[in-house]
């Protein structure tokens, strides 16, 4: 296992800060292989771990505090690439764009699309990232079928589509992601088509329209002064991408649009905007940000199918970014694809920290992982300590009814047990990691929780319920294939060909099943001429005559 000792001290300094600018200090810099290691580093450290991708995240998700950084950037496999099941196992330091240049070979892609070339796997899950096609494929979570992860005790977990948020979107501070069993589906023909107005009321009605055809995968509006900045016209513009060759921007000329358009960030960044935020908003009260952002002159860019708006801030506009950020919070706005970090734990409120820091006690009894991220550290020893009074008590009245100084034995907390299995299930393996308890089966940490921990129960059982007919709802038909094809795919995968033709998937686009279902507005002839004319073009025509 490769160590921070054999680097030169300006290549360990590189890894005291990540994208956001905050500075902190890495004692040490591992660079694992494989997941035996990973568990290595865990359990033989006593500092804070900070699990690193790409070192690309804005809101100092990775940024040591006195720490052992754990760069996965080695840990990068493509394998099990499954043609009939139509997914594929990826290590954390695979890149999404290293896994699409693979999968585009066999005529496949991973539909997350980040605008950010350097972006990892790994990375991805632990902020369960919203990609691009938002509008039409949501988040990444949606996508996974497994994560294999090491916790804070050092084991190896494997999480499925039930449990995945204890891992996903936990920003590492549950475990150190190793690989990621994705969904995958066959390479889809895009094209675009570009409505370009002075009016904002016209580009939302046209985007309100546009947002219920199944064939739009993306809706991103550019206005005047970042079009500017990006060689476009002055104006309102939306790019509106279709998947399928119903744009009137293809081939060549896709490439080159999508290439101008997605450097959007860099261009932003050279012109010292090096502040920017992500909040998600309904698409109704996306209209009245926009506006507010317009009338106080702030650059922005948005993806109005999926209701994200990326507002851009210069070091030194700290009342706007200050006057953004109360909007966002009375707007009850949620953060999307940045993560929370160490910079945004004021956007969490008390029942989501309630969650997490339960998640937390689980999976990193001792909080050895990325400490102060998500919640603050006195947060997760507060835990700590409600289970180390609650253990105490059950020693003092361990065998009786009632224990030394008037206190509940093990006896008279039976009765009580079987009423509170919901919470106590997972303290019972806290309680023996932290103190060693042996004869214990079930307490409770907070009595007072009882009605909120039954409620998140709840809450998660519907979001299972839905998640699942979600899932059901993009299956997709499965291919054909012949042993000597895949086999070509499978060298393909592992690296053991070079590269073969594209193979387009036959008529996967007349294949039932293929989309989400959405729902179907009912158009009158008007607007499906409307539709029809943004789709051609056909404005321009129309101005001149």
């Not at 997760?380 to 509940?408: A, D, N, Q, T």
């Not at 094809?485 to 060909?497: C, T």
Request: aromatic fraction near 8%; hydrophobic fraction near 35%.
């Amino acid at each position: 296992m490769e160590e921070s000792t054999k680097m030169k001290l300006k290549e360990t300094v590189c890894y005291n800060s990540d994208a956001s600018r905050i500075v902190g200090k890495a004692e040490k810099v591992f660079f694992p292989k494989n997941v035996e290691e990973v568990q290595q580093i865990i359990k033989t450290t006593n500092l804070d771990i900070v699990p690193r991708g790409a070192g690309s995240g804005l809101m100092g998700g990775c940024v040591p505090n006195s720490s052992v950084v754990v760069d996965l950037s080695k840990m990068n496999n493509v394998s099990e690439f499954k043609f009939k099941e139509r997914s594929v196992r990826v290590g954390a330091g695979v890149t999404i764009k290293e896994l699409n240049e693979k999968l585009n070979q066999v005529g496949f892609e991973f539909p997350i699309k980040i605008n950010n070339p350097v972006a990892t796997i790994g990375g991805a899950v632990a902020l369960n990232s919203f990609g691009e096609y938002g509008l039409k494929y949501g988040s990444i979570k949606e996508w996974i079928e497994e994560v294999e992860f090491v916790n804070g005790r050092g084991e190896l977990m494997k999480t499925t589509k039930a449990d995945v948020s204890d891992v996903c979107g936990m920003e590492g501070t549950t475990g150190i992601i190793c690989s990621v069993t994705l969904r995958v589906i066959p390479k889809v023909n895009k094209s675009i088509s570009l409505f370009q107005s002075d009016n904002l009321e016209e580009v939302f009605s046209i985007a309100r329209r546009l947002k219920l055809e199944k064939e739009v995968i993306m809706m991103e509006l550019f206005p005047p002064m970042v079009s500017k900045l990006l060689g476009f016209p002055e104006t309102y513009n939306l790019v509106i991408e279709f998947g399928s060759e119903r744009g009137k921007i293809r081939g060549k000329e896709y490439d080159e649009l999508l290439k101008a358009k997605d450097k959007v960030f860099s261009v932003m960044f050279s012109q010292e905007y090096y502040n920017v935020d992500d909040p998600k908003f309904f698409f109704d009260k996306v209209r009245d940000f926009i506006s507010f952002l317009d009338l106080n002159e702030i650059p922005y860019v948005s993806y109005l199918g999926a209701g994200i708006v990326h507002p851009f801030f210069k070091d030194f506009e700290k009342n706007k970014k200050n006057a953004v950020v109360d909007f966002i919070k009375k707007s009850r706005a949620k953060v999307s694809k940045f993560g929370i970090g160490s910079v945004r734990k004021e956007f969490l409120d008390s029942f989501e920290k309630k969650v997490i820091e339960r998640v937390k006690l689980r999976h990193d009894p001792f909080g050895k992982l990325n400490k102060g991220k998500l919640i603050d550290v006195d947060a997760h020893e507060k835990r700590l300590g409600v289970v180390g009074s609650e253990v105490k008590k059950v020693k003092s009245g361990f065998g009786g009814g009632v224990g030394r100084g008037g206190e509940k034995g093990l006896g008279a907390v039976g009765s009580e047990v079987e009423e509170r299995k919901p919470i106590v299930r997972d303290v019972v393996k806290r309680v023996e990691e932290v103190k060693k308890v042996e004869v214990l089966k079930k307490v409770e940490p907070l009595v007072e929780e009882k009605k909120t921990v039954k409620s998140i129960l709840e809450s998660m059982e519907k979001k299972k319920e839905i998640e699942s007919a979600a899932i059901k709802d993009k299956e997709f038909s499965k291919p054909k294939t012949s042993a000597e094809d895949y086999k070509i795919i499978q060298d393909i995968m592992n690296n053991r060909k070079g590269r073969v033709e594209d193979k387009p998937v036959d008529d996967f686009e007349k294949k039932p099943g293929n989309e989400a279902s959405l729902p179907k507005k009912e158009e009158d002839s008007d607007d499906k001429d409307l539709i029809n004319r943004i789709m051609t073009n056909k404005f321009e025509d129309d101005d001149e005559k």
